[in-house]
């Protein structure tokens, strides 16, 4: 792991780590973090240090609304968090061949998509973490407007305690993706994903490795 920073004219900079695995790469994730968090969230480091073991280099990175305030939560201005997203794949794509895939956790995955359903072509799959399908108590509040534009593989990774959207919510709303989905549904996991996380960062890279071979949907339960 070394420190990352890489900044241009007029676009938002890119600032985190960068998790280098032993041999030669051939596949590269960025990985970024929730509303109230940043980038050394311990599910981030166990899931950077879990792809980086099996081969792909991972930019783990603070979304632009963080690197502007180190505390609170986004002002609003979600557009320039997806441009920094974007900036972010363009970064590791300059220092890393072949695939490129994009993740995030809660509202960090939501932009994630959001971004990937604006630009089919900006990564090759996404893996989201706690996606964040409706504030807690709002389910008339779906956040899943996007989903029927997104073109790529898609692994969701939830828990059954998350108040953000239940498994079953969460089963109904992948149905609106056409490309390849899988759901991983975390038992007794709330939207943290603490409990269990370390397993949680294994069964995410084994599941995420098959799904962008393009498997077709299944959920997979973790005890």
């Known amino acids: 792991m070394e420190p990352f920073a890489s900044e241009r004219p007029d676009q938002p900079p890119v600032r985190g780590y960068l998790h280098r695995p032993a041999g030669d790469s ?63 794949v363009d970064a590791l794509r300059e220092i890393t061949p072949g695939r490129i895939f994009l993740s995030g956790h809660s509202y960090g995955g939501r932009q994630a998509s959001m971004l ?5 072509n900006v990564v090759d799959a ?5 996606y964040p399908l409706h504030p807690p108590n709002r ?18 990774v939830h828990g059954s305690h998350d108040p953000f959207g239940s498994l079953d919510e969460m089963r109904a709303s ?33 599941t995420f490795l098959r799904l962008v071979d393009r498997a077709p949907f299944v959920e997979k339960a973790m005890d």
């Open 139 to 156: 389910p008339d509040q779906m956040r899943t407007a996007h989903f029927p534009k997104l073109k790529i593989p898609v692994l969701f």
């Open 26 to 88: 051939r596949r590269s994730l960025v990985l970024t973090h929730g509303a109230g968090s940043n980038c050394n969230a311990p599910l981030l480091i166990r899931v950077a240090e879990a792809f980086a073991s099996a081969g792909t280099t991972v930019l783990r990175c603070d979304l632009p609304f963080r690197l502007a305030r180190p505390h609170g939560p986004p002002p609003g201005n979600s557009a320039q968090d997806r441009a920094g997203l974007r900036r972010a």
């Open 174 to 206: 992948v149905k609106l993706i056409a490309a390849p989905v899988e759901l991983v549904a975390i038992e007794g996991a709330g939207h943290d994903l603490i409990r269990g996380a370390r397993d949680v960062a294994g069964q995410a890279l084994a």
């Open 116 to 120: 990937a359903a604006e630009d089919p």
């Open 126 to 130: 996404l893996l989201l973490l706690s």
